[in-house]
């Protein structure tokens, strides 16, 4: 399940409070960058290889979260407990 605030929603990622996530539950968090991480480098390194992994459209949600970052850091809140 996706944090209840979404930002942007794109084919396969969305840009959450969490930070970026897949939009999939199939994944199951395995992918998903928390906001504190968003400004690491070679995010998408452990994905490149996967045959389901759109880098279009997570450099898409890393810029977004990466500019809502920058423009209001209050976005990104920590998930409540029953949620991601």
Known sequence: ??????????????VTGYGIQAVSNKHEMRFDVPATDIWGADLDAPMRDLPWFDAADFAEALAVARQRAQENPRTFQPPMSDER
Not at 5 to 12: R, S, T, V
């Open 1 to 14: 399940m996706l944090h209840r605030d979404i930002y942007w929603l794109g084919k396969q990622w969305a």
